[in-house]
């Protein structure tokens, strides 16, 4: 579906072009645009509403590119861009300003950006368990984590399966680093 679709192709092409040179944090260094074109998979497998779907390949843009809110609205729709103002963090904020306000707003975002926040949270926990960013500890790891939880828990509720595979992660998680202890 994903690789069929023009609106999902035009999404994934604008992420690449905006992402182009940039890593995920992991050893692996992976193309970031790797991590959204997962977040769109866990939500096309789970059923999400098409407007999350290509929300997710642009989910951060806003905060990580330089593209505007604008350019997303006349590219894609109102719609699209208002999920993905949703989930974009002010970075003019301080992190943990930012970590906090992600816990509140989870519980008051519409259904399509708690879908896309929830399928975020996932495929970080995955990095998480796969490749870790170098620079980070035990401790951070476990910090990252435990905050992934408290954001997921006003997150749920809108798309059972997407819960599931939440905690099913979050657990896999908990017992990689309860094994590295």
């Known amino acids: 579906m994903l690789d069929t679709d ?14 182009d040179g940039q890593t995920r944090k992991g050893a ?3 193309p970031y645009v790797n991590h959204v074109i997962e977040v769109a998979e866990i939500l096309v497998a789970h059923g999400a ?19 505007t809110p604008e350019e997303l609205a006349a590219e894609f729709g109102d719609a699209v861009a ?15 300003v930012r970590k906090g306000l992600q816990i509140s707003h989870a519980l008051v975002c519409s259904a399509p950006a708690k879908q896309l926040k929830l399928a975020d949270k996932i495929s970080n926990l ?30 749920k509720g809108g798309n059972p399966a997407l819960d599931a595979l939440f905690d099913a992660t979050y657990r896999a998680a908990l017992l990689r680093l309860a094994e590295e202890a």
């Not at 023009?6 to 992402?19: C, E």
Request: glycine share 4%; net charge negative; hydrophobic share 50%.
């Open 82 to 96: 208002r999920i993905v103002a949703e989930v974009t963090d002010d970075k003019a904020l301080p992190k943990e």
């Open 49 to 67: 509403p098409r407007e999350a779907i290509l929300a997710a390949y642009l989910h951060d843009t806003v905060e990580d590119t330089a593209v």
């Open 126 to 155: 995955r990095a998480i368990i796969d490749s870790p960013p170098a620079a980070w500890n035990h401790a951070r790891r476990v910090e990252y984590v435990g905050w992934a939880g408290r954001v997921a828990a006003g997150l």
């Open 28 to 30: 692996a260094g992976e």
């Open 6 to 19: 023009p609106d999902f192709a035009h999404a994934l092409a604008f992420a690449a072009r905006a992402h």
